[in-house]
């Protein structure tokens, strides 16, 4: 849905990107790498289909990727 901007389960074109808001505590759908509250943080993306409502997640920076991988591990 991310890369075709089309929803794979009802064919829609509405989609929208919800990002996650910095500015406020705990917003969004994060994935905390860190014990403390908001050490660090990353971003889950979530895109929508406003046609049925399916939801897909992701992360989009590559380097983000990595830091899940060394930190969170296998």
């Given at each position: 849905m ?5 929803c794979p ?5 509405n989609?929208v990107r919800?990002s ?8 969004g759908n994060?994935?905390?790498?860190s014990?403390?509250t908001l050490?660090?943080?990353i ?17 989009e920076?590559?380097?983000e990727?990595r ?8």
């Amino acid at each position: 849905m991310k890369n075709s901007m089309r929803c794979p389960k009802c064919g829609s074109k509405n989609i929208v990107r919800i990002s996650d808001n910095p500015a406020r505590y705990s917003s969004g759908n994060n994935i905390y790498l860190s014990r403390l509250t908001l050490a660090r943080k990353i971003p889950v993306i979530r895109y929508v289909c406003c046609g049925c409502g399916y939801v897909e997640n992701w992360i989009e920076a590559e380097s983000e990727l990595r830091e899940i991988e060394r930190a969170i591990g296998r």
